[in-house]
């Protein structure tokens, strides 16, 4: 089965691990490694013929629009993930709404125009049962879709899992309309005494041993469903220089094995086929 590769496109210092020690206004003074780790991500996916989905930064979109044309380019899919870095439930639906039309104003300049975005991925997988207003947002936006779920028992995050508040009938850890014109495609989860574990990516994918990532992908297939992987371009450098403004917790929680995880990465594609959203749900999204 064809299972899902996504990568967020933000710079290290934009992770969420340091979000309460650098401040937004501050981004500017760090130097920027965003590029040449994602170029590194390309070389990847390239010497495996694999596409992947790239939610893309608007914020990044506006000083690197080279970057966002090279991903297109090379045959990938463009999504948003926002302009600011900001989670949802942080912003009031009209704050999100600026900052979604403003990272598609980004990102679609540095493809030139014409280029009708199908995605989007909230940062942190912020959608919860308290954000569900997102969604209508997104579909006034012409959104096919949205990936900003993660079904774990964390910050209230179930929001789709039961359904009910959103039209969706049954389980939810895998692809839901969400209504009229919308899918959600949560990232993947396995259900294991009676809760969901992350298992596919991010942190998760570097402490975990790759055969229990490989393990759960099998067993999402297995359910008859592709698994949904995502990957940050910072968690491919392993030289990222370390920043006296993080704890040592947080330092700890970014850097954790940043030099193991182009080899996994590799490993994984080797024996797997990956493909970007679009493609992956291209049935669902052709029937939105």
Request: hydrophobic share 40%.
């Amino acid at each position: 089965m064809r299972n899902a590769l996504t990568i967020d496109v933000e710079e290290h210092f934009q992770a969420h691990a340091y979000e309460n020690v650098i401040d937004r206004s501050a981004w500017e003074r760090f130097p920027s490694r965003v590029v040449r780790n994602t170029q590194r991500v390309l070389e990847v996916l390239a010497d495996h013929r694999t596409h992947a989905t790239f939610f893309v930064l608007g914020w990044v979109a506006e000083r690197h629009p080279d970057l966002v044309r090279a991903i297109a380019a090379a045959g990938h899919e463009i999504g948003s993930h926002g302009y600011a870095h900001q989670l949802l439930y942080r912003q009031s639906p009209a704050e999100f709404a600026d900052d979604l039309a403003r990272s598609l104003g980004a990102i679609e300049r540095a493809l030139g125009g014409g280029n009708h975005l199908l995605g989007y991925r909230a940062p942190g997988f912020s959608l919860t049962d308290e954000t569900l207003w997102a969604l209508d947002i997104l579909r006034a936006h012409g959104l096919a879709y949205d990936s900003s779920l993660q079904p774990v028992d964390r910050r209230g995050g179930s929001a789709l899992r039961g359904g009910k508040r959103c039209g969706v009938s049954g389980a939810s850890r895998f692809a839901a309309r969400v209504g009229a014109g919308l899918w959600e495609f949560p990232v993947s989860t396995v259900r294991l005494g009676g809760r969901n574990w992350p298992v596919a990516g991010g942190g998760y994918f570097r402490l975990l041993p790759l055969w229990v990532t490989r393990q759960a992908i099998a067993r999402i297939n297995a359910e008859g469903q592709p698994a949904i992987v995502y990957l940050h371009p910072w968690e491919l450098d392993p030289e990222e220089p370390r920043l006296p403004e993080a704890s040592t917790l947080s330092s700890l929680r970014h850097r954790v094995n940043l030099g193991r995880t182009e080899g996994r990465l590799r490993r994984l594609l080797g024996k797997g086929q990956f493909g970007p959203l679009r493609d992956v749900f291209a049935d669902r999204l052709r029937a939105a």
